[in-house]
């Protein structure tokens, strides 16, 4: 009974401490002056995997990463601007129906 109440209470802590510092990650657009470098990646702690796409007419990548890593992905100072990927509705001018 002891091993059992040991092993339960062990695994118990590991899914505490594996799961801490786990933050659900979304998509963010990120301007950009210049290429984002493995340098660059590293100081945000971001991987090539990370990056999901990098539209070639603009200097503008979809990275899937945390709120703090896009915190700090602001910093650098190539990165123009960074925003949460989202779907944008415009609406119809006045007149136009």
Do not use: W
Request: charged fraction near 35%; charge should be negative.
């Amino acid at each position: 009974m002891k091993k059992r109440i040991r092993l339960v209470f062990f695994i118990s802590i590991l899914m505490m401490v594996g799961c801490d510092g786990m933050e659900e990650k979304t998509d963010y657009l990120v301007g950009v002056s210049g290429e984002l470098t493995e340098a660059d990646l590293d100081e945000v702690g971001l991987e090539r995997d990370d990056i999901k796409q990098r539209f070639s007419l603009m200097k503008v990548y979809v990275i899937s990463m945390s709120e703090a890593e896009a915190e700090k992905m602001e910093g650098l100072d190539k990165v123009n601007y960074v925003e949460v990927d989202q779907e944008v509705h415009v609406p119809d001018p006045p007149g136009e129906k």
